[in-house]
C-alpha cells in the first residue's frame, strides 16, 4: 500500500479510517482485525505514547508480513508495562534480553532463522531512546555496520522515563529532566548536546532509514510497511509523547506530537541507502511555543519571564530543519537531499 | 624425555619450529609437547618456544627450563644473558650462523661440549632452497643430524612433518624440506669431520 | 511449549488486568447540533443530508469492487431533506442561508456550500423523477390550509405525510403565492417552481384557486364546515403607500404589483429611467426587474448608508453587476413627471436618518416604491379570540392564534419575512396542528448543545477551498429573465458535500478506534456512524479519543464516585 | 583420529562437529585461534552455520542468545576482560535458560593488564549460573564440548568450558579429533525448551518481581542440582560412545591411601601429577584430585573422593585465581562442602596455594618444594607460591614510607629493572 495523501477531498482524509476509501486504502488501525500485537490490560500511563506509537508500528510490520514476526525489545518501559509477570501484553513472538543489547538480540534472532531455513520471518528490534541512542548505539552500529536484516524501531520519548525522567542521549535542549534541571542561567538541558540517530543510520548506508510520529498514523504506518519491503538493517525512528515526562496531558498525547511536527522541530522524512528520499511536509507551520506551552517540562521557559533567547535559539533549529529537509514546499527529494548534505544555505547553521 | 628450547626473533617462525619438531615426534609413534613463550612480543623481539619428546604421555606444562638441546636461530641473541641457561652438561647447541663456533665467541664453551655445539647456515640455506629467510626447517634438520635423531626425531619423519605442515603450498613444503635436508647433510659432515679430527689427534 | 515458570508467558494474558479501575473520567459518545442545523430556519438536518450526500450516487471512489453496489446516496440525501422541507430545488435558490453564516467550516477556510449542494440535488430528484415515500394511515381528519405560499404548501405537504386530508385555498390563478409573484424568474426559474409544487399536490393534496375564503369560521366544524383546523398564511402581499407629494402626471408605482404584473399580466411600461426608493430585498428585485424591461437606468434610493440596507448583500452585488446604482442617503421629496427632487439626508448618532435641506434633482420616468408589505388580515377579522399587533396576528409558540384549532404563520406572522422561514412556519403548524387533532400538546425535544468549532480537532480535514457556483454573464442578464445563478455538476457537489466537518456527530473515521493507547474501542460494524463502544474494563480515561476525534463527537464526563 | 595439533584447532573442529548454526564473536587472546579457525571453515562452507563477527563480547553473547532463543545451537568464546565486558549478558543467558555454549580461554584480568593465564576471568562468573567445566589437557578441552553441548541442551542451561589460555589454546599435542558420525550419534539435534515462533508465540523475558522471583531462583538452583547427575550421565555415554575418560565431576590420582592431596582445577593438574609421582618416590603419599565441574560444586563427589575415614588429611588447594580479602575461592566451596552433607574426611587440615597467576609458571620444582613442607605441616593456611617476597617487602615499606608512592606495579618492574 503506497502511502499518498488523499488527492480527492472529504471529510477525515488524515483520520485512521475513513468509510469513504477503498478497504486497501485505509489504515491497518482502522481494520477491526488488526493484529493488536500489544493488547489491552498493559500497565502504561494514561495517555502512553510509547504504546500507541508501538501498536501502531508493530501492527503494520505484522500486516506487511503476514504474522511472520519475531520482536526483541530492551529494556525500558515498554518492556516493563508490557510484561509484568505473570501477565504479558504480547500478542506476537517477544523476546526480552537486556538493556543495552536488544539490536544484537535481534541479529542473533535473524542469524538463526537465516540459518534454520526460516528466512520467510522477519525481526524487529525495538527499544527507548535510553536503550537506543545511549546505551545500546554500540550494538545498533554493529547490528547497521553488518547490514543484519533487522528493522530496529526506537520509541523516542525524549528521555529515561522508566527511572524517573532522567536525561538521555535524545533529550531536547532546555528540556527539564530530573537530571538537567530547571535551575540556574541555563536551566534544562544544554544546548549543543545529544546526538541524532537517524542521520548516523543514513551514516552507515543502511537500506532504510525513516522518522515519524504518533500524530499522523497514515505516515508512520506507511514507513513500517515500506521498512519491510527491504532487507538488511532498517531503523525507524518515532517520535512518542511521555505525558509523565513530558508534563503534558494525557489527552495532548497526538497534539503535542502533531505540533513537534507542524513546529518543524521533528523532521519526518525517510532516506535510502544513505540518502534522503522524501521529506514530509508540514502542513500548517506552528511557532516552537505552541509546542513547548503545553508541556511542563518547558515551563521554565514561560514563567516567571519568558525566556525569549532560548524560545529563539529553539525556534532557529526549527527553522534549521525547514531549510534542511525543505518542510515547507511539497517534497523536493533532490533539493532535500543537498540541504542535509550541506550544499544548500541552510538557516541557523 | 626430551626437551627442546628454540631461540629465535618474532617472525622467524621459532614456535612453527617447535610445532614441526612435535609433529615429526607424533610420526614416530612418540608424545610430543610444543607450544611457544606466550607473550604478546612483536616482530623482531627475542622469542622462545618450547617441545618435550618423550615415549609416555607429557603431562608438565612448565616452560623448558634444562633444556637437552637449544637452538638459536638468530646469532646475535648469543650473547643475551641466560641464553645457555639450565642447558644440561651433555645438552646440544645449534646456533644459526654460517661463521665457525669460534668466531662467535664460544670457543671456550665449544670446547667443553665437544660435538654437541656446532654451528648451521640456516638462514642462508633457506635463502637458497625456499628463497626466504625462514631457518626454521633446516635449523631441524641440523638438529636431527646433531642428536642422530636417537633423542629427537629422523630425517624422514621431519620431511613427512613439513609436507604435511605445508601441504597445501607445495613449492613452500619442497623449498622446507630441501633446506632442512641440506643442513641435516652440512651438520653431519661436520660431525664427521670432527669425528676425524679426533680421529687423527 | 514447556514454559519456565515465570520468565516466559502466554500471550495475551494482561487482559486479565482490568486498568479501567484506572479511570477518574470516561469517553461517550454524543451527538451534538451542527450549526448549520442550529441555524436554518426550515429546521433542516443539513449535516444527516450531507453526509448521505458524501457518498455520491454512482461514485467512482467507491465502485473499486469492494461491497454490494451502493444505493444512490444522492436519493437518501434528498429524502433527508424532504423530511423537513418539501422545496429543496426552491431553497437551493431563494434560501438566504444562514447555514453557510454559521456553518463552521467558515472559521477554517470558507463554508461549505450546503445551498449549492441542496440545490443539485433538488434538480436532480427532478430530473430523476425520485418519488416520495407514501404517506401515514389516514386520520381521517381535515385540515383548511388559506393561502399556497410556501408557509401554506409546507404545512399541507407535512400535514399530508401525518396522515390528515388537505385542502388549500388560495385567492391567486397560480399556487406559489410570493415564491410567484414576489421572487422574479431569474432568481426562480418556474419550471422548477411548479415541479416541486406539483410533486406536493400530487400527494393528494386538494388546491382551490382564484378562492378566497371570506368566512373562515364557516369553513370550520364549529362553524359547520368540514375542516377540524385551519392553517393561515395568506402572506403580505400589499405594498406600504407612503405619502409622496407628487405633480399629476407623476408616474408612482408599488414594487409588490410591478413584480406581480410581470409574473401574470402585461408588463408595465416603465420608461428609459426608473427609480426605486427602498432598501429591501423588493427594491432590488425591482430595480433588476426594471433593468430586465428595457430600463437604461435603474437607481435605488434609500434614506439610509449600504451597511444599513435590509436587502442581502448578495442581492445587492448582483444588482450593481447588472447596472443598478445607488443613492445613498435620500429620500424622494417631490415626484414629477419625468423628474424626482431628492433631499439628502444624514445619519444622527443613533443612526437614524436626519433631513438636511439639500435638494437635488433626479430624472426619472417612474418611481417605483418598495417600503415593505402589508399582510391582508381580512381572513381573520373578527374570528373569536385572535388578536392582532402591528399589523400582524398574534400566535403562541406553537403557531396557533387566539382562537382554537385556527394557526397561522408566514409573512403574516412576527418573524423575518424570507420563504426559508414560511417553509419553517409550515413544518412547525403541521406538527402543532396535528398534535391539536390528536388532542396532545407537541413536546419540543430537549435540544442538544450546540457542537461549536473549538470542538472540532480540524487537522484531520484536507484543506479544500469552496467552489464558486456559475453565473451567467452580466451583460447576457438584463435582456432576458434567464436564471442567473447557476447549480453545480455531481463532482463539484460532491466535493461540497465532502468538506463537510460533521460537526458534532461521529461520521465513522475510526480515529477513536485507532487512538486509543490501550485497544479500549471497540469496533461494533464496519466502521461508520456510531459504529464503536468503549470497552470500560480496559478505558483509562486518557482522552486522547475525545481529542483526536476530529468532529467533536465524543465527550470525557467525570466518573461518578 | 589422532593428531598432533594445537589446542584451539582441536576445538574448533570438534566444536564443528557439534553442528553449531549460529557462531559469533569478539577477538580476545588467547581465543582467537578457535574462532578464527571456525570462521574460516564456516568461509570454505565445510561448516554449514552463520558466523558473525560482533563489535564487543557483549554483543556476542547477545547474538547467542537471540539465536539461542529462536531455536538455534549458538557458540561462542572469549576470555578475560572479553567475559567480563559480556557478564550482563552471561547473567542473562542463564536467566532465560538457554543452552548457549561458550568457550573461556583462560586469562588474567587487569588491571594491571596481563594476557597470560589464570582462572580469574571464569571465577568472577561462577555465580552467574552457568555450568562451568575445567579442562585438564586438550584432549578433554575438545570432549569437554562435545558433552557441553548435550548438557546445556538437556537442562536448557548455558553451559561454560573453560580451557587455560595458552598452556592448552596455544600448545600442540596429541588429541584423539572424533569422527562426525560419533558426535551425531551423541548429539540428538538442538530440541529448544523454549522457542520463538510466529505460530506459538510467547512472551520470553518477563518482569519478576517479588512475589515469584526467590521461587525462580529457588528453580535455577534445583537445575543446577539436577546437573549433577546429567554432567555423570554425559560422562558415562561419553565413555561407552568414544571408549575414552573425560568430563564428568572429579577426576581422582593416586588419592586411595593419600593423606596429602592437592585438589586442582585445570591444565595444571599435569604438572601436579608429576610432582606427585616424585613425592611418592620419596615415600610421601600424596595424591591429586581434579574438579572438573565446579559448577555446580561436586560436594557429595568431593566427599566421596576422599574417604572417610578417620585418617588425618592435608588437603592442599591450588588456587588459580585470587579473591582479594578472602583468600581462595575453590578453598571456600571446598570446605563449605566438608562442612556440610554426609561423609568426608572429619578434621581435614586445609592450606589455601595461590599459585600460577597472570602466566607465572607453576613449576614442577616449585610444586615439590612446597608440597613437601605440606607434608612435613609446614605449610601456612594460606600462601603464594613462588612470591618474590624480598621484592614485595621493598614496595610495602616503601609504602609505609610515603604515602604517595607511585603505583604498585611500576614500582615493582622498577626493582626488577634494577635487579638484574
Given at each position: 500500500m503506497p502511502y499518498q495523501r488523499i488527492k480527492f477531498y472529504q471529510t477525515g482524509s488524515f483520520a485512521a479510517g475513513n468509510r469513504l476509501l477503498p478497504a486497501d486504502l485505509r489504515s491497518v488501525q482502522s481494520s477491526a482485525t488488526r493484529a493488536n500485537t500489544l493488547t489491552c490490560g498493559h500497565r502504561a500511563c494514561q495517555g502512553c505514547g510509547e504504546a500507541l506509537g508501538a501498536r501502531y508500528a508493530l501492527d503494520a510490520v505484522m500486516r506487511a508480513t503476514k504474522g511472520k514476526l519475531i520482536a526483541v525489545n530492551a529494556t525500558g518501559c515498554l518492556e516493563v508495562f508490557s510484561t509484568p509477570f505473570p501477565e504479558t501484553s504480547w500478542q506476537i513472538a517477544w523476546l526480552h534480553s537486556l538493556f543495552g543489547n536488544a539490536p544484537a538480540v535481534a541479529t542473533g534472532v535473524a542469524a538463526a532463522l537465516k540459518a534454520m531455513g526460516r528466512g520467510d520471518i522477519r525481526v524487529v528490534g525495538q527499544g527507548g531512546d535510553g536503550g537506543t541512542v545511549d546505551i545500546g548505539m554500540a550494538c545498533l552500529s554493529g547490528m547497521f555496520e553488518r547490514n543484519d536484516d533487522v528493522l530496529y524501531i526506537c520509541y523516542d520519548n525524549q528521555a529515561y522515563m522508566n527511572t524517573g525522567v532522567q536525561r538521555s542521549g535524545a533529550t531536547p535542549p532546555a528540556a527539564r529532566t530530573a537530571t538537567t534541571p530547571a535551575e540556574g542561567p541555563e536551566p534544562g538541558n544544554t544546548f549543543g548536546q545529544g546526538k541524532n540517530v537517524p542521520l548516523i543510520a543514513m551514516a552507515h548506508e543502511i537500506p532504510y532509514v525513516a522518522t515519524a510520529t504518533v500524530a499522523d498514523l497514515r505516515d508512520l504506518e506507511y514507513k513500517a510497511t515500506r521498512a519491510m519491503d527491504f532487507h538488511g538493517a532498517r531503523y525507524l525512528h518515532i517520535l512518542v509523547p511521555c505525558p509523565l515526562g513530558w508534563g503534558s496531558s494525557p489527552a495532548d498525547t497526538i497534539k503535542v506530537a502533531r505540533l513537534a511536527v507542524e513546529s518543524a522541530l521533528f523532521p519526518v522524512f525517510e532516506a535510502e541507502a544513505g540518502e534522503v528520499v522524501s521529506a514530509t511536509p508540514i502542513r500548517r507551520q506552528m511557532p516552537v511555543t505552541d509546542y513547548l506551552r503545553l508541556q511542563a517540562r518547558y515551563a521554565h521557559l514561560f514563567r516567571p519571564e519568558e525566556r525569549t533567547d532560548v524560545i529563539a535559539r529553539i525556534q532557529a533549529s526549527a527553522d534549521r530543519n525547514v531549510s534542511r529537509f525543505g518542510l515547507l514546499q511539497d517534497h523536493h527529494p533532490e533539493r532535500t537531499r543537498l540541504a542535509l548534505n550541506g550544499h544548500l544555505p541552510a538557516e541557523g547553521r | 624425555m626430551f626437551q627442546v628450547r628454540f631461540h629465535g626473533?618474532?617472525?622467524?617462525g621459532v614456535v612453527t619450529a617447535a610445532e614441526l619438531l612435535a609433529s615429526a615426534a607424533f610420526r614416530e609413534d612418540r608424545y610430543a609437547q610444543a607450544f611457544p613463550s606466550f607473550g604478546s612480543e612483536r616482530m623482531g623481539a627475542p622469542v622462545m618456544s618450547f617441545c618435550r619428546i618423550d615415549d609416555k604421555p607429557i603431562r608438565t606444562r612448565e616452560p623448558v627450563t634444562e633444556p637437552d638441546a637449544l637452538l638459536i636461530q638468530d646469532p646475535t641473541l648469543l650473547h643475551q644473558a641466560g641464553l645457555l641457561h639450565g642447558l644440561r652438561p651433555d645438552g646440544y647447541v645449534l646456533v644459526n650462523s654460517g661463521r665457525d663456533v669460534d668466531d662467535i665467541g664460544l670457543a671456550e664453551f665449544a670446547a667443553r661440549h665437544r660435538g654437541h655445539l656446532l654451528t648451521v647456515p640456516a638462514t642462508s640455506l633457506a635463502l637458497a632452497n625456499l628463497g626466504r629467510p625462514l631457518p626454521g626447517a633446516p635449523m631441524l634438520g641440523g638438529l636431527a643430524a646433531l642428536t642422530r635423531g636417537e633423542q629427537t626425531v629422523g630425517l624422514d619423519a621431519l620431511l613427512a612433518a613439513i609436507t604435511d605442515r605445508f601441504g597445501d603450498r607445495p613449492r613452500v613444503a619442497a623449498g622446507n624440506s630441501a633446506a632442512a635436508r641440506a643442513a641435516f647433510d652440512f651438520v653431519t659432515g661436520e660431525l664427521d669431520e670432527l669425528k676425524a679430527v679426533t680421529h687423527h689427534a | 511449549m514447556e514454559k519456565p515458570f515465570a520468565i516466559t508467558l502466554t500471550p495475551g494474558s494482561s487482559r486479565a488486568n482490568h486498568t479501567g479501575a484506572w479511570r477518574t473520567e470516561r469517553p461517550v459518545y454524543v451527538h451534538n447540533l451542527p450549526p448549520c442545523n442550529d441555524a436554518c430556519p426550515a429546521g433542516e438536518n443539513i449535516q444527516q443530508w450531507l453526509y448521505h450526500a458524501e457518498e455520491g450516487d454512482q461514485d467512482a471512489l467507491l465502485a473499486r469492487g469492494d461491497g454490494p453496489p451502493q444505493p444512490p446516496a444522492g436519493e437518501a440525501a434528498w429524502r433527508q431533506i424532504m423530511a423537513d422541507n418539501p422545496f429543496p430545488a426552491i431553497m437551493g435558490r431563494v434560501c438566504y442561508r444562514p447555514c453557510e453564516t454559521a456553518c463552521n467550516r467558515g472559521q477554517l477556510d470558507e463554508a461549505v456550500g450546503i445551498n449549492s449542494v441542496e440545490r443539485f440535488l433538488g434538480d436532480e430528484a427532478i430530473n430523476r423523477g425520485w418519488k416520495l415515500p407514501g404517506a401515514l394511515a389516514r386520520t381521517g381528519k381535515r385540515v383548511l390550509v388559506v393561502g399556497a405560499g410556501p408557509s401554506g404548501l409546507s404545512a399541507a405537504y407535512h400535514l399530508t405525510r401525518l396522515g390528515h386530508s388537505v385542502t388549500v385555498k388560495d385567492a391567486g390563478a397560480e399556487p406559489g403565492g410570493m415564491m410567484r409573484y414576489g421572487i422574479p424568474k431569474y432568481r426562480l426559474p418556474r419550471d422548477i417552481l411548479d415541479a416541486e409544487i406539483t410533486r406536493v399536490l400530487d400527494m393528494g393534496v386538494t388546491l382551490e384557486l382564484n378562492a378566497t375564503v371570506t368566512d373562515l369560521l364557516a369553513e370550520l366544524t364549529e362553524g359547520g364546515g368540514t375542516f377540524d383546523a385551519a392553517f393561515v398564511a395568506v402572506g403580505a402581499h400589499i405594498g406600504k403607500r407612503a405619502y409622496i407629494p407628487a405633480g399629476d402626471s407623476a408616474r408612482i408605482m408599488d414594487a409588490v404589483s410591478l413584480l406581480h404584473r410581470v409574473e401574470d399580466g402585461p408588463a408595465p411600461m416603465l420608461g428609459r429611467r426608473v427609480a426605486v426608493y427602498g432598501g429591501g430585498n423588493t427594491a432590488l428585485d425591482a430595480a433588476r426587474t426594471a433593468r430586465r424591461l428595457g430600463a437604461a437606468e435603474a437607481v435605488v434610493v434609500y434614506r439610509r448608508t449600504r451597511d444599513r440596507m435590509p436587502a442581502h448583500d448578495i442581492e445587492v452585488e448582483e444588482a450593481l453587476e447588472e447596472g443598478v446604482t445607488m443613492r445613498w442617503l435620500s429620500t424622494v421629496a417631490h415626484a414629477d413627471d419625468g423628474k424626482l427632487v431628492i433631499e439628502k439626508m444624514r445619519l444622527d448618532e443613533t443612526g437614524f436618518p436626519q433631513p438636511t435641506g439639500e435638494f437635488e434633482e433626479l430624472t426619472a420616468d417612474c418611481l417605483v416604491l418598495a417600503l415593505g408589505q402589508d399582510a391582508d388580515l381580512a381572513v381573520l377579522d373578527g374570528v373569536p379570540g385572535v388578536t392582532f399587533s402591528g399589523g400582524t396576528v398574534d400566535v403562541g409558540a406553537d403557531l396557533?392564534?387566539?382562537?382554537?384549532g385556527i394557526f397561522a404563520g408566514g409573512d403574516m406572522v412576527p418573524a423575518e419575512r424570507t420563504v426559508t422561514v414560511a417553509i419553517g412556519h409550515g413544518k412547525k403548524a403541521a406538527r402543532s396542528i396535528d398534535a391539536w387533532l390528536r388532542g396532545a400538546s407537541r413536546e419540543q425535544a430537549p435540544r442538544p448543545g450546540l457542537a461549536g468549532?473549538?470542538?472540532?480537532?480540524?487537522?484531520?480535514?484536507?484543506?479544500a477551498p469552496g467552489t464558486i457556483r456559475p453565473k451567467l454573464a452580466a451583460a447576457r442578464r438584463t435582456g432576458t429573465f434567464d436564471e442567473v445563478t447557476g447549480g453545480l455538476d455531481e463532482s463539484t457537489a460532491l466535493f461540497e458535500a465532502r468538506r463537510c466537518m460533521s460537526c458534532g456527530n461521529c461520521f465513522g473515521c475510526d480515529n477513536c478506534y485507532g487512538a486509543c493507547p490501550d485497544n479500549a474501542v471497540i469496533k461494533t460494524g464496519p466502521g461508520g456512524p456510531g459504529d464503536y463502544e468503549i470497552d470500560y474494563d480496559y478505558c483509562k480515561g486518557c482522552g486522547i479519543c475525545a481529542a483526536e476525534c476530529p468532529c467533536g463527537a465524543i465527550a470525557m464526563v467525570p466518573e461518578e464516585p | 583420529m589422532l593428531k598432533q595439533i594445537e589446542g584451539s584447532r582441536a576445538v574448533a573442529e570438534t566444536v564443528a562437529m557439534c553442528r553449531p548454526q549460529v557462531i559469533c564473536a569478539y577477538p580476545i587472546t588467547p581465543q582467537t585461534h578457535i574462532v578464527e579457525a571456525l570462521g574460516a571453515m564456516v568461509k570454505r562452507g565445510e561448516l554449514n552455520a552463520e558466523f558473525l563477527n560482533v563489535e564487543s563480547e557483549f554483543a556476542a553473547m547477545s547474538v547467542a542468545i537471540g539465536a539461542s532463543a529462536a531455536g538455534a545451537r549458538a557458540y561462542t568464546a572469549t576470555a578475560s576482560q572479553g567475559l567480563l565486558y559480556m557478564s550482563e549478558a552471561v547473567y542473562n543467558a542463564a536467566g532465560l535458560g538457554l543452552p548457549v555454549v561458550m568457550t573461556v580461554a583462560n586469562r588474567a584480568i587487569g588491571a594491571p593488564i596481563n594476557i597470560w593465564n589464570d582462572h580469574s576471568d571464569a571465577m568472577s562468573q561462577r555465580d552467574a549460573g552457568w555450568i562451568q567445566l575445567y579442562a585438564e589437557t586438550n584432549q578433554e578441552a575438545a570432549d569437554l564440548h562435545i558433552q557441553a553441548v548435550r548438557i546445556a541442551e538437556e537442562l536448557s542451561n548455558p553451559v561454560m568450558v573453560c580451557m587455560d589460555g595458552f598452556l592448552l589454546t596455544h600448545a600442540s599435542e596429541r588429541v584423539d579429533i572424533p569422527a562426525q558420525a560419533q558426535v551425531d550419534a551423541f548429539l540428538p539435534p538442538y530440541e529448544p525448551r523454549q522457542v520463538l515462533d510466529p505460530d506459538d508465540p510467547v512472551s520470553i523475558g518477563a518482569m519478576v518481581g517479588p512475589e515469584a522471583f526467590t521461587e525462580v531462583r529457588y528453580l535455577a538452583f534445583e537445575r543446577m542440582r539436577r546437573a549433577l547427575d546429567v554432567i555423570s550421565g554425559a560422562e558415562a555415554d561419553f565413555g561407552a560412545q568414544f571408549g575414552r575418560g573425560s568430563g564428568g565431576l572429579v577426576k581422582l590420582y593416586r588419592t586411595d591411601d593419600a593423606d596429602l592431596i592437592v585438589v586442582a582445577l585445570g591444565s595444571v593438574l599435569g604438572t601436579v601429577k608429576d610432582a606427585i609421582d616424585e613425592l611418592r618416590d620419596d615415600g610421601v603419599r600424596a595424591g591429586a584430585l581434579g574438579i572438573t565441574t565446579f559448577r555446580p560444586f561436586p560436594a557429595q563427589a568431593v566427599r566421596d573422593a576422599l574417604g572417610d575415614d578417620d585418617r588425618l588429611r592435608r588437603l592442599v588447594v591450588l588456587e588459580r585465581s585470587l579473591a582479594p580479602g578472602a583468600g581462595g575461592v575453590v578453598t571456600a566451596d571446598l570446605r563449605t562442602a566438608l562442612a556440610t552433607g554426609d561423609g568426608g574426611p572429619r578434621g581435614a587440615i586445609i592450606a589455601t596455594v595461590i599459585a600460577g597467576l597472570g602466566g607465572r609458571p607453576v613449576t614442577r620444582p616449585s610444586l615439590t618444594r612446597m608440597l613437601t613442607r605440606a607434608a612435613r605441616g609446614e605449610l601456612p593456611e594460606f600462601s603464594f607460591l613462588d612470591l618474590d617476597t624480598h621484592l614485595v617487602e621493598g614496595e610495602l615499606t616503601r609504602i609505609r614510607a610515603a604515602r604517595r608512592s607511585g603505583p604498585t606495579a611500576e614500582n615493582i618492574l622498577r626493582d626488577l629493572a634494577g635487579r638484574s
Open positions: - | 626473533r618474532g617472525g622467524q | 396557533m392564534t387566539g382562537h382554537q468549532y473549538n470542538g472540532l480537532n480540524t487537522w484531520y480535514y484536507a484543506d | -
